[in-house]
């Protein structure tokens, strides 16, 4: 059972947008504790997607973008590509375990 | 360019011990938190450790504290994760990765290192 929750799977078709959430609580969000998502793809490391909430490392399109309020955040793409299909986890840390923590990842499939 | 190179995994039998090291290159190794985060199959991240700077303050996640220890060598540039009593449970994928504090994100990660723990 992860801290952070999120949904295990999202779709889209090509073209379209998704919205992946990313539940907290009062020990890590809603401390005020940034959320920062990564991108998986099978049998690699994880890639720096979004960091501190809303910034894009260099190279990574602005079909993405992050957002996070009170306990929750979300990661949005839009214009989804096929190579858009991966897992995406979302992290932060929590003051009350003293740790980093991750979400459970979701599988994002382009139909 | 930042490198980081896992090594040390392998098939081990329960109860027994395994040391997992990571070199690192290409940024300032001594202005950065290290990490250990690890995947087990077909499952999501799970952070393990971290060690501070100076390798002075350390922090583990609840299920290896006091069978898992982290260190680091900044003469080296390396970061080990020295493992005991190993359970079947700590069959991973396990990844060392680099933050610039205990909050901000993972920059950079290893390309992974495979421990199972099997009879």
Redesign the interface.
């Known amino acids: 059972q992860s801290v952070l929750t999120q949904p295990p799977s999202v779709s889209g078709a090509p073209g379209q947008s998704v919205t992946i959430s990313c539940t907290g609580s009062s020990s890590n969000f809603g401390a005020g504790f940034p959320v920062h998502w990564y991108k998986q793809l099978p049998g690699t490391a994880p890639k720096l997607l979004i960091y501190d909430n809303f910034y894009r490392p260099s190279g990574v399109p602005d079909r993405f973008s992050g957002s996070k309020s009170g306990t929750s955040a979300s990661l949005a793409i839009t214009g989804l590509q096929a190579d858009d299909e991966a897992d995406y986890y979302c992290q932060s840390f929590d003051s009350s375990l003293d740790a980093v923590i991750f979400g459970g990842g979701t599988k994002l499939t382009v139909l | 360019q930042v490198q980081l190179v896992e090594s040390g995994g392998g098939v081990v039998q329960p109860g027994r011990s395994m040391r997992l090291s990571c070199t690192a290159s290409g940024f300032t190794f001594r202005n950065f938190y290290m990490?250990w985060?690890r995947q087990a199959p077909g499952k999501?991240?799970?952070?393990v450790a971290?060690v501070s700077y100076d390798g002075t303050s350390k922090?583990y996640?609840?299920s290896v504290k006091g069978r898992f220890t982290i260190s680091r060598d900044n003469s080296k540039n390396t970061v080990s994760l020295q493992m005991t009593s190993l359970r079947s449970e700590d069959t991973a994928v396990y990844?060392c990765a680099c933050a610039e504090m205990?909050?901000?994100?993972?920059?950079h990660?290893?390309?992974?290192t495979l421990l199972t723990v099997s009879s």
């Open positions: 990490h985060v999501g991240l799970e952070w971290r922090n996640v609840a990844y205990t909050t901000k994100p993972f920059d990660w290893g390309q992974g």
